[in-house]
């Protein structure tokens, strides 16, 4: 499989561009565990074109981490267009990809994201504008379509690779799903089993253990997986997957996963100490509220007995060491039988 001049193994698994999640930090750790591509978080034109400081930080990248994608999302063609041309000259991603799938109201409600699913002609322009001012290869990630009664992607899938982008993820629900119910990779299916479709096409939704990415890849012929709320807390999930493909075990063992989560934690803070600058106490901070919901949603502390108020200590810590004391109690618990 290829975008672009990019080359991915066979079965490749891609990190999804989730908006307070994906960022430099846990991508990096996504991308050694085995993440074939990996997205920033999704980037407002509208703020990039007025040069927001916080939308402006999501642009920095890590050679490390290549190949890597930067999602932009908005409903103004001229500004798609322009902001664009800014990652492009500002970032030099690998692939620019626009967000045609984000269901939330603050979005999709403003006519952005999966609002777009509303206006095709609109969402077809942004798309055609945007691929002619870059050089980059444009990628679109988009849902089903707007509710069950306009299931239109298999249409939308032609008409966006007439457009030229050079890959298409499909997220299994439509907008009015949001995030409820079961992802539906039968439509996704259809798309890539159509002989008019020469793009990649890569399946999202619902992927949270290697039998059920193995099983996409399998049943619905899709060029590449991405994963997205199954990684929460759980970076080394692509290694678990792959080993799984290559028929080998995962060694990765409970002492191993804590100290993984902690050392999210120190690469989040030496990130910001550099984006800053400076030596403020308050950079500790700061790295604690973008790592914290990672190790309360992780899967390793289900069945620790009345683990909600642990959870809720984590969510709650405003410094390192308190962190660390809840991850070394909860490590102490897990190998102590609790």
């Known amino acids: 499989m290829n975008i672009g001049n990019i080359s991915f193994p066979d079965k490749p698994l891609f990190l999804a ?6 960022d430099i930090g846990f991508r990096r750790l996504c991308k050694r565990f085995g993440a074939a591509m990996v997205y920033t978080e999704f980037v407002s034109a509208e703020a990039l074109v007025r040069s927001v400081k916080s939308t402006v930080s999501k642009l920095t990248i890590d050679d490390n981490e290549r190949p890597v994608g930067i999602q932009i999302y908005g409903r103004d063609v001229p500004q798609m267009v322009e902001a664009a041309r800014i990652v492009e000259a500002e970032a030099h991603p690998d692939v620019i990809d626009i967000n045609f799938g984000c269901p939330v109201k603050k979005v999709a409600g403003k006519g952005a994201g999966a609002g777009m699913l509303q206006n095709i002609p609109l969402l077809l322009d942004i798309t055609r504008e945007v691929v002619k001012a870059v050089n980059t290869p444009v990628t679109v990630k988009t849902r089903l379509g707007w509710n069950s009664q306009q299931l239109i992607i298999t249409t939308l899938a032609e008409q966006l690779q007439d457009c030229g982008i050079q890959a298409l993820t499909i997220h299994g629900r439509t907008r ?4 409820t119910g079961s992802a539906d990779w039968t439509l996704i299916g259809e798309v890539k089993n159509n002989p008019r479709i020469h793009i990649p096409i890569i399946g999202n939704g619902d992927i949270t253990s290697p039998e059920e990415a193995l099983d996409a890849f399998n049943r619905y012929g899709v060029d590449a997986v991405m994963i997205g709320r ?9 290694k678990e997957i792959n080993d799984y493909f290559a028929q080998r075990s995962s060694n990765i063992t409970l002492d191993d996963k804590i100290d993984i989560l902690l050392e999210q934690l120190h690469i989040n803070i030496e990130h910001i100490r550099q984006e800053r600058g400076d030596d403020d106490p308050r950079n500790e901070l700061r790295a604690i509220l973008h790592t914290r919901r990672h190790l309360a949603a992780s899967p390793i502390f289900k069945g620790i007995p009345d683990f909600r108020q642990t959870r809720i200590a984590m969510l709650r810590a405003e410094t390192v060491e308190e962190l660390t004391a809840i991850l ?8 102590g039988g609790y």
């Open 176 to 179: 009015s799903q949001m995030y």
């Open 230 to 238: 199954a990684t929460f807390g759980r970076p080394w999930i692509f």
């Open 17 to 22: 561009p989730m908006e307070d999640v994906t």
């Open 328 to 335: 070394e109690q909860c490590r102490e618990r897990l190998k």
